[in-house]
């Protein structure tokens, strides 16, 4: 369900995350130009911290996985995602492909990585991921919680946190 990104998915990573509806519900909302994908694609590549993974969903690649900020010695990361939306919505498969990519990468985390515990940021706003998350085990840290400017706007962040035991 879940592979190493490699150099032939750059583009339609790109493409998905571009997705007017994936840009709305992030932090970075700016479109994201060929130049600077590039240019983070180099980065992760160099990056022992960072991975990039494709989510399979009935023979469709259709998500991206991430994780940053590895840390190995504390079991810790970060993580996030996004999905090709236009192609999920058209065969109908939206919700039960991104119940699946939660599935999958919180055994990535704890199986793969050996995490012993990771979390996200989500806009707060965003009450079905939030929800999601929460049907996975995460609970929000509100320690973690901040305030960003979002295109002008102040935007509440929540932190949501899964840790091997819970």
Not at 78 to 102: H, I, N, S
Not at 121 to 128: E, S, Y
Request: charged share 25%; net charge neutral; proline share 4%.
């Amino acid at each position: 369900m879940l592979r190493e990104a490699r150099e032939s998915d750059v583009e339609i990573i790109r493409t998905w995350r571009n997705h007017p509806k994936t840009r709305g519900a992030s932090i970075h909302t700016a479109f994201i130009t060929p130049e600077g994908h590039a240019r983070w694609w180099a980065n992760v590549k160099s990056d022992p911290a960072r991975r990039v993974l494709i989510f399979n969903y009935r023979g469709n690649d259709c998500g991206v996985v991430t994780f940053n900020d590895h840390d190995p010695s504390a079991g810790t990361a970060e993580w996030g995602f996004f999905l090709d939306v236009d192609g999920l919505e058209a065969r109908g498969e939206l919700l039960p492909a991104w119940m699946e990519l939660e599935k999958a990468a919180v055994s990535y985390a704890f199986e793969d990585m050996g995490l012993r515990a990771f979390g996200g940021r989500t806009l707060a706003w965003n009450k079905p991921v939030i929800a999601l998350h929460k049907r996975f085990g995460f609970t929000e840290v509100p320690s973690r919680r901040y305030t960003t400017q979002i295109d002008g706007t102040d935007q509440l962040v929540v932190w949501t946190e899964k840790s091997r035991t819970t």
